[in-house]
Each structure stands twice: as C-alpha cells, then as structure tokens.
C-alpha cells in the first residue's frame, strides 16, 4: 500500500479482470475442447464476456454483482470462477447472514446449471456435492479473512490508544517534575532569600550602625547568597538524579538539621522557641524528615515575611507507629514589605500529600498557626 487510495483501487480492478478472464477462458475451452461444437457455445461465450465485464463491480457492490453472476452460472458453467469469486468477495466484506444467503444462491443457480448441462460425466449427486462443499469452504475462508482483518483492525487501534495514553503519561511525568522543581526551588530558596532580605533590610535602614555590625551583616549576605546559589545547584542536581526517594549524592535535610534551621532565623533577629519530642529522630524514613523539615521552613519563612519581629512557635512531636506532628505559630501583624507568590502553602500541601499526611493552616486567636500530620510507619 503506497497511501493512494485511486492507484490501489485501479491495481484492484486489473488483478480481478486478468484473473476473471483468465478462469472464464480456461473453463470455456476446457469444456468445448473436446466437444464438437455446438449452439450453446455462442450461450458460453456471451455469458463469459458479460461475467467479465461485471467483474470489476465486485469491488464495489459485491452482493448486487454476485447476484446477476449467480443468475448467469445458472445458463452457462462459464461463468462459474466470477460467481465463486464474487460469493468468496462477499463473504469477506459483508455480514455473515449476508453470504450464507450468497453461497445458498450460488449452490441453487449450480444445482440448475448441472440439471440441463452435463458436468463431465460425474454423477449430479457427486457434482452438487462438490459444488456445496465448494461453497462452504469459500464462505469460511470468507469468514476467517474477516475475523483477522477485524483482529488487525482492533490492535492497530489498540496500539494507537496505548500510544496516546503513553503520550499523556509522559507529558504528565514532565509536568509533576516541573511542580517538583517549583517547589523545591521555592522550599530552598525562598527561605534563604527571605535571611538576606532581612539582614539587608537592617543594613539599610540603620545605616549609622557601628561598622563592626555593618561588616558582619554584609559577610552575612554574602555569605548567605554563595549558599543560595550553592542549594539551588543542588536542587537542580537531585532532580536530575534518578533516585525516587531524592537520596541522590547531595544529603537531603534531615530532623537534626531542624535545630540549625531555627538557629538561622534566630541570627536572622528573629525570637524562635523549639519545643522538639520525637522518638528516635535519626530513623525517621527520608520522605518524612525532609517533608516535616520542608513545613518548618516554609512556617519561619512566612513568619518573617507577615509578622516580622514577632515570636515564633515551632513544636515537632511524634515517632514510629505514631506519625510525626508539626506545627508553626506565631501571632499576626500587618504584612510585611517582602514580597509573595503565594503559592509556598500551595506547593507545601501537595508536598505533605504526596507523603500520606495532612497539612491544615489558618488564623484563630490572633494567631496563624500552620499545623501538619505525616505518617511515620513503625
């Protein structure tokens, strides 16, 4: 198949005439070439030239055009081999009740043609015989064509559906990525930036600070930018490695790395109370130290950005078997000057999902407390 509908079609019409003409003449002259020539010879000829000529419509209308060949098998054995073509066409493109209908026709019109014309001096119970089981084979073969073109059909539509849902795998394995990278950017760096920012905010409004304290704000934000860009080339580093845990060659946080966390923000001049309970601390699984680290950050980043000066609260509870609790309080103030995406809590409630837990934030006493549940097998 070469994809031109007209080039194959035309391909078709020639193969089914040679083949046609080619059977009708062979059954004419094997018939009248020992036979002295007669009267129904003219009756052979012209029902041989009107088969051929018909033919073609198979292709088309298969069951009109078996029809008129099987009313023509009946006159003249001539015209035999295009009315067993056309029955085997049908029972090939059309439904199964269709070409037993066929096939009865084609025995019936032999049964006639073997009543008034001899068959080679076999007897006419053995030749309709043969003419029946002639017609059956071809509707079976008829019928398996069928069936396996049907079967090809359903897997190349089978093979296209698994194509596409793979498709739609892929482009929705690239999109959790990009939501991966997102909040993993965010988790690090925003925390980070959000320590400069104060620390530059302080240089900039107490410009006549001693220079002492001048000096070591500034080292601090230098240093704090070379570990920003330091995280963030680890960032992207884990999310190219292929370890699904993301224990890949750089350390991920951990709960004892919770301590130090909060230590930044206190240096930041920030009032941080750690109140920390937690079964066995170095054995809690990757996913959920790093997730419970992941909700901390994201508490006293927000916390310095909305209520900056304001005490902060930090509580981590739990164990195995019991799960891990963590909760961030701290009292609200008028917002900050800092900016916001807005979506840290967004990116931090599908993060606390994805690790089986439940993350639950909002302001009651005028407090904002961010408060979140992780499973921690035993």
């Known amino acids: 198949m070469n994809g031109n509908p007209t080039g194959d079609r035309r391909r078709g019409v020639v193969i089914v005439m040679v083949a046609a003409g080619l059977l009708i003449a062979a059954s004419t002259v094997g018939r009248w070439s020992d036979t002295p020539i007669g009267p129904l010879l003219a009756l052979d000829v012209t029902a041989g030239v009107l088969a051929w000529l018909l033919t073609p419509l198979m292709l088309w209308r298969p069951v009109a055009a078996t029809a008129v060949l099987t009313v023509l098998a009946a006159l003249s054995p001539a015209v035999t081999p295009p009315a067993t073509m056309g029955a085997l066409q049908v029972a090939r493109h059309r439904p199964r009740r269709v070409a037993i209908a066929v096939s009865a026709g084609g025995v019936v019109a032999h049964a006639v043609q073997g009543a008034w014309r001899s068959n080679g001096g076999m007897s006419y119970g053995w030749w309709l015989a043969l003419v029946v089981i002639a017609y059956g084979a071809l509707l079976g073969w008829g019928s398996w064509a069928q069936a396996r073109e049907a079967l090809v059909r359903s897997l190349e539509e089978r093979a296209r559906r698994a194509e596409a849902e793979q498709g739609r ?3 929705e394995a690239r999109m959790s990525e990009r939501r991966r990278i997102a909040r993993e950017m965010h988790d690090v760096l925003a925390h980070r930036l959000s320590l400069l920012a104060t620390f530059a905010g302080a240089m900039e409004f107490r410009p006549d600070a001693p220079p002492e304290q001048l000096s070591k704000a500034a080292g601090v934000v230098r240093g704090g930018v070379h570990q920003a860009l330091e995280e963030l080339r680890e960032v992207i580093s884990l999310l190219r490695d292929d370890d699904p845990d993301g224990d890949g060659v750089h350390p991920q946080p951990v709960l004892a790395d919770v301590p130090r966390l909060v230590d930044e923000s206190r240096d930041a001049g920030a009032e941080v109370l750690l109140h920390e309970d937690v079964d066995d601390p170095l054995q809690a699984p990757p996913a959920v130290a790093r997730t419970a680290y992941r909700v901390i950050q994201e508490g006293l ?20 078997g019991t799960g891990l609790a963590v909760e961030v309080r701290n009292p609200l103030a008028a917002p900050g000057t800092l900016p916001s995406g807005g979506a840290g809590l967004v990116g931090l409630t599908e993060r606390v999902s994805l690790a089986g837990g439940e993350l639950d934030h909002q302001e009651s006493g005028g407090e904002f407390r961010l408060h979140a549940s992780i499973p921690w097998p035993a």
């Open 301 to 320: 980043t927000n916390a310095r950005k909305h209520a900056a000066g304001q005490p902060v609260t930090v509580t981590l509870s739990g164990g195995p």
């Open 169 to 171: 795998r892929v482009a």
